[in-house]
């Protein structure tokens, strides 16, 4: 079973940057696509960024892209989202997940996901 906790969400003013971060256990890390969805208020969690297992392709939903990063470190077991230029519209929880095998792509099936983090925006 893969547990994931993810870290670094809070609340920041419009144009400022978070680094959100997610720890992975239970299974070795490159086995595992990892991902970043998010869930606003009344609205339907949504693909945000993903990353191959070996993070040689990132894929990025299309009103982040230029914005966020993904990336991992396979010795730490570690996958991250560097958001710039934040806006209030990216206000939302967060949330990690992981699969083994897949691509890194919105369409793959997230087995695993994590408790998520808040990420405030003020405008």
């Known amino acids: 079973q893969v547990q994931l906790v993810e870290s670094g969400g809070g609340l920041v003013q419009a144009g400022g940057s978070l680094r959100l971060s997610c720890v992975a256990s239970g299974r070795t890390f490159t086995d595992l696509a990892m991902s970043w969805f998010r869930q606003a208020p009344g609205k339907e969690r949504e693909f945000v960024a993903g990353?191959?297992?070996?993070?040689?392709?990132?894929t990025y939903l299309g009103s982040v892209l230029g914005r966020f990063t993904i990336s991992r470190d396979n010795a730490k077991n570690t996958v991250y989202l560097q958001m710039n230029r934040l806006k209030p519209e990216d206000t939302a929880v967060y949330y990690c997940a992981a699969v083994a095998g897949g691509h890194g792509l919105a369409s793959d099936s997230w087995d695993y996901w994590g408790q998520g983090t808040q990420v405030t925006v003020s405008s």
């Open positions: 990353t191959t297992r070996i993070g040689d392709s990132s």
